[in-house]
């Protein structure tokens, strides 16, 4: 009975528990309403993932207006995969918060911290479900809108500034992505993604579509950060609260790389994308500039904040290299990437943010010696590293090997040696956080012996212990991935 | 006249590439707002335009109503305008704080300060 509507309850639970932690008023009251909405979204949504494993896609019709005219929520396999991602870091996170918010944020703010978490993840999460192009806009709103006020609450005066930079390309992001489903609606007239799918053949070779095509692109690759439009990540997630870029780099560009894959290959179709336009090669160069130059800007940044969020930048890189294949092979790995370096860098994050509430900030000079002082937090980013470099057994070796796979198949040798290579980059940026860890003497920044506060460690190293489980046991992650590309290939789920 | 018949048109992409013109070119925190604005109202143009039919009423199903123009596009711009509201607000808001933390609001001299900051911080350690 309540099953039928997971659909919405999904989305609607952390909708809802926003405004009642804006009237509780109470940090622990807030953060309670708010683990438990994060916990239901996240059952809900693995769910939902067995649903449509069982029997295939859930539509739902909101409001029972029937689809296209009313809104419909719809979860096939990649969405499902999406879900399940976001909520589970969703869940992570706000178990993590609890100590990490209350020490960087002014108390009578905490409420309010909350309330936003509360309205970017009901955003996020309806990004992922929407059947309808308009209505993800407005979710996609709600989520940026949530997650500039996050960014804001950074402790560091530069926060300000990072959310407003945010805020103007964010919006501009936004309103490219607008004009672009306009340009949809004038040509189709319908604005469900399912039916714009059906009526695109007809008119698919227009200019209104092909602009449409434009304008959706650059609109979406502001929001996931696709190089050169990643200018607003690295001091969003350098300023924010610890708990806030942990979040949003594990999910935020995420989903924005979904709604790309959704627009490419269920909207506009592989055929109008890949075989009538230079779309793959546009995005195989800018991914490969993405990969080279964010990785190795990473290795001289001296705060560990600022050198994983260029990371950041290079992995998003790879997702999106994945995608430029548009093959099987290809499209698994950007999926798969998406799920592991979502856990990777959340795992990375939350660490840092252990690190951060001992030492005040994550720069070099503080953790020298940190292998000494804070034993399980740096082993915990050694292996969440090594998850990044794509070591044999970590999960970012299972989509950084479809990667390969996907180039060795499309004969292109040096692209698999380009993967390759850059991944020895990012050792290299890892190897100077082992090298201040492990190898230097303690500082003058050094904190004492002792760890994080337990809840913060023990949530940090269920994720360093899910990079660990991912690289293993495959059945999740890339056969999910494996079952999401070959539906956006055309093929049954 | 095909091309002056379609001027809604031309206004929209004036205000488009003004908008974001005005973005892009100036240093002062609220104007780039301003222009930010002008950018998304643009889009409700280009929205709403199309939707009118001359002669056009509401859809009503009645005797003597035969041409009504499409509410849809009214609906979703209602739903951008409220968008657009609340981020002009919110990055008000912001720009305020920035105002507090840094007492300017030209982007110039809040980064040369950001700058004159990050060196002190570096002369320090």
Known sequence: ?????????????????????????????????????????????????????????????????????????????????????????????????????????????????????????AGLLGMTITGDAFNLFVFMEIASLSSYVLIALGRDRR??????????????????????????????????????????????????????????????????????LHLWLPNAYAYAPSAVTAFLAATATKVSVYVLLRFYFTVFGARLVVEELPVEEVLLVLSLVAIATASLVALWQADLKRLFAYSSVAQIGYITLGISMASHAGLTAAVAHLFNHGITKGAIF???????????????????????????????????????????????????????????????????????????????????????????????????????????????????????????????????????????????P | MIALGHYSYWVTVLLMVAGLYIVIARGNLVKKLIGLSIFQTSVYLLYIAPGKLIGGTAPILAEGYRVYSNPLPHVLILTAIVVGVATLALGLAIVVRIREAYGSIEEDEVLKADRAAGKDAADGV
């Not at chain 1, 306009?182 to 007239?189: F, I």
């Not at chain 1, 059906?198 to 092909?210: N, S």
């Not at chain 1, 956080?433 to 230097?440: K, S």
């Open chain 1, 1 to 121: 009975m309540i099953f039928e509507h997971l659909p919405a309850l999904e989305v609607a639970v952390p909708l809802v528990a926003a405004p009642v932690t804006l009237l509780l008023r109470r940090a622990a009251a807030a953060w309670a309403v708010t683990v438990a909405a994060c916990v239901f979204s996240f059952v809900a949504a693995l769910l939902l993932a067995a649903a449509v494993a069982a029997q295939g896609p859930i539509s739902y019709a909101l409001g029972s207006w029937p689809p296209p005219w009313g809104i419909e929520y719809r979860v096939d396999a990649l969405s499902a995969f999406v879900l399940v991602l976001v909520s589970g870091m969703a869940t992570a996170v706000a178990l993590f918060a609890w100590r990490s918010a209350a020490a960087e944020l002014p108390r009578e703010q905490l409420y309010l911290f909350y309330t936003m978490y509360c309205l970017c993840v």
């Open chain 1, 159 to 228: 926060a300000l500034l990072a959310s407003y930079q945010y805020l103007i390309l964010g919006t501009i992001g936004a309103t490219f992505y607008v004009i672009g489903v306009g340009m949809l609606y004038l040509a189709t007239g319908t604005l469900n993604i399912a039916d714009l799918a059906a009526r695109l053949p007809q008119v698919a070779d227009t200019r209104p579509v092909l602009a449409a095509l434009a304008f959706v692109t650059v609109g979406v690759s502001l929001k996931l950060a696709l190089f050169p």
């Open chain 1, 350 to 492: 939350l660490l840092l943010g252990g690190v951060a509430l001992r030492t005040g900030r994550v720069g070099f000079d503080r953790v020298r010696g940190l292998g000494q002082a804070m034993p399980l937090t740096s082993l915990g980013i050694v292996i969440a590293g090594l998850s990044l470099i794509g070591i044999p057994g970590t999960a970012g070796f299972i989509s950084k090997w479809y990667l390969v796979l996907g180039a060795i198949e499309a004969g292109r040798w040096w692209l698999a040696a380009f993967i390759v290579a850059t991944s020895l980059i990012a050792v290299a940026y890892v190897w100077r956080f082992v090298e201040a860890a492990y190898l230097a003497p303690a500082g003058a920044g050094t904190p004492e012996r002792g760890e994080a506060p337990r809840p913060m460690l023990v949530t940090a190293w269920i994720l360093v212990g899910a990079c660990i489980w991912f690289g293993f046991d495959t059945s999740f992650s890339a056969e999910g991935a494996r079952r999401a590309a070959t539906l956006m290939l055309g093929g049954a």
